[in-house]
């Protein structure tokens, strides 16, 4: 079982652009939710044709990205003290500029306080 899922529209615009139909759109943001666990706190596999969070709660571009490997890029984005205080988020994904998210990661229940600056990283590997 896996937490983390590249989802079918990501794919199909994969296959596309190999395919010279289609311009591959950049990665450009977070999508920040509440819905990745269950009941209990326990940890929601996502469905690889979720096409939106169970909870979204914040759109934010990214700050920036790094390339760990030849295959692995690492995107980063910062949650300010004001941004999502009070909120518990355990979900996340990228978001692509056609606004269609291309990965989605599920996790424990992280709190926001409102002096507290929150940095998540999300990793799009081949």
Do not use: H, W
């Not at 139909?21 to 943001?29: C, H, Q, R, Y």
């Not at 269950?38 to 914040?58: F, S």
């Not at 295959?71 to 056609?98: F, H």
Request: some cysteine; hydrophobic content about 40%; proline content about 3%.
């Amino acid at each position: 079982m896996t937490n983390a899922i590249i989802t079918v529209t990501a794919r199909n615009k994969m296959l596309r652009a190999r395919a010279g139909e289609i311009n591959l759109p950049k990665i450009v943001g977070f999508v920040f939710g509440n819905g990745g666990v269950d009941e209990n706190g326990a940890v929601l596999t996502p469905p690889e044709e979720q096409t939106a969070l169970k909870g979204e709660l914040l759109r934010k571009e990214i700050d920036s990205y790094t390339f760990v490997s030849s295959t692995k890029c690492m995107y980063e984005c910062t949650l300010q003290p004001s941004e999502l205080v009070g909120e518990s988020i355990s979900e996340i994904a990228l978001y692509d500029e056609d606004g269609d998210l291309v990965a989605i990661k599920n996790f424990m229940a992280k709190g926001k306080d409102s002096d507290l600056e929150m940095k998540f990283q999300m990793n799009d590997e081949f």
